[in-house]
């Protein structure tokens, strides 16, 4: 049995679980990918690899500034960028300028780091949740293929479910009665979806050394962004580009069942705005790859830093959309549901160790090295 069981293992979910095992909780991330990160995301190519979510790590606000600096120290992150260009019409201009960073390795480097020592259960999809005699929290799973089955129900004193709020409707539904504000509010939530195109090139194809930016984005157009992955890590021999959809874009084929075509199209459309002339090869990969984001970004959030229930059990729900819709909110999103966790177990006369301390201390408690 666990303390606390962390359904999960985005940016909140991670931050949560650091949290609360730091206070001196028995923590659980339950996972249904087999990646960490959520959207913080690295897609794996031959030689060679994508930041297909996340783009990149940048100040946000204090929680993600604390933890640029503490990555930086560690040596997981590194300068990529202060310019990002905005593109229109075939021209490309600068646009506002801030540090950019990203990681050797992918922006998964960053899940990684902030996973470490924690007891993470990945392939494990929760089906349900419900309340045991013992008042305690039930959860169902389902294991994936390629995972390794767990018992069949996981117990746990709490529970945080820090997931995108419309996969977490269903499991809250069958307490609608019991939580109604909660269920409502997390309801409210909004994403908007987005579709990424991984598109790989020959060495022969482009000449790196004539491309004078790294990133570009618009807000006119089906592409939102488009970056030159390569940049990132320029020891690659393989040219990568990322482009990502806008929303509206990806509303009209989220749910093609022909998604290259779909990139094709992207990069068609990222061609004529950057320029046929700048960038000829663009529409011509040698090897393309295409994810859809259901849950791409958050669209309509909630005010609130988390949402919290004692009925019919300690329950908290945290993510990205609760309090904003950036990196930063997943991080101080995923802190206030640990202290708020906290303060229910600690009603029902559950108390962990006296470790207190700011988000830089919990920080400075983990390494990579």
Excluded at 232 to 255: G, N, T, W
Aim: glycine share 8%; charged share 20%; aromatic share 6%.
């Amino acid at each position: 049995m666990f303390d606390v069981a962390v359904v999960g293992a985005g940016m909140a979910g991670l931050i949560c679980a650091q949290r609360l095992q730091h206070r001196g909780y028995q923590v659980v991330v339950l996972e249904k990918s087999r990646g960490l990160g959520g959207r913080v995301a690295t897609r794996r190519l031959q030689d060679t690899w994508a930041d297909h979510g996340l783009r990149c790590l940048e100040d946000q606000g204090i929680f993600s500034q604390a933890l640029v600096q503490k990555l930086f120290e560690q040596g997981v992150i590194h300068l990529w960028t202060d310019i990002i260009h905005t593109a229109d019409g075939g021209k490309l201009q600068e646009s506002e300028r801030h540090p950019r960073y990203v990681a050797a390795d992918g922006i998964t480097a960053i899940a990684k780091f902030l996973a470490t020592g924690l007891e993470i259960c990945r392939g494990q999809r929760v089906q349900a949740i419900a309340p045991t005699s013992a008042q305690t929290w039930a959860l169902t799973l389902e294991a994936a293929d390629w995972a390794t089955a767990l018992t069949e129900t996981t117990i746990a004193k709490s529970l945080v479910l820090a997931i995108p709020a419309p996969q977490a409707v269903p499991l809250l539904e069958p307490f609608a009665n019991q939580m109604p504000d909660l269920l409502a509010a997390v309801r409210s939530v909004e994403f908007a979806p987005c579709i990424t195109a991984i598109a790989t090139y020959a060495p022969q194809q482009v000449k790196l050394a004539d491309i004078s930016w790294k990133a570009a984005g618009s807000e006119t157009s089906d592409l939102a962004w488009i970056g030159l992955e390569t940049s990132k890590h320029p020891e690659s021999a393989k040219p990568v580009i990322v482009a990502q959809s806008s929303a509206q874009f990806a509303d009209r084929h989220l749910e093609s069942t022909d998604l290259k075509s779909v990139g094709q199209q992207l990069l068609k459309t990222a061609q004529d705005l950057m320029g046929q002339d700048l960038l000829p090869w663009l529409s011509h990969p040698e090897d393309l790859q295409v994810h859809r984001w259901r849950y791409g970004f958050v669209a309509q959030p909630i005010a609130d830093f988390c949402l919290s229930t004692k009925q019919p059990l300690p329950l908290v729900c945290s993510g990205d959309w609760c309090g904003g819709n950036q990196l930063e909110s997943a991080l101080q999103s995923g802190w206030t549901a640990a202290e708020q966790t906290a303060i229910l177990l600690q009603e029902k006369g559950i108390f962990g160790g006296d470790r207190s301390g700011s988000f830089g201390d919990l920080l400075n408690s983990l390494s990579l090295v």
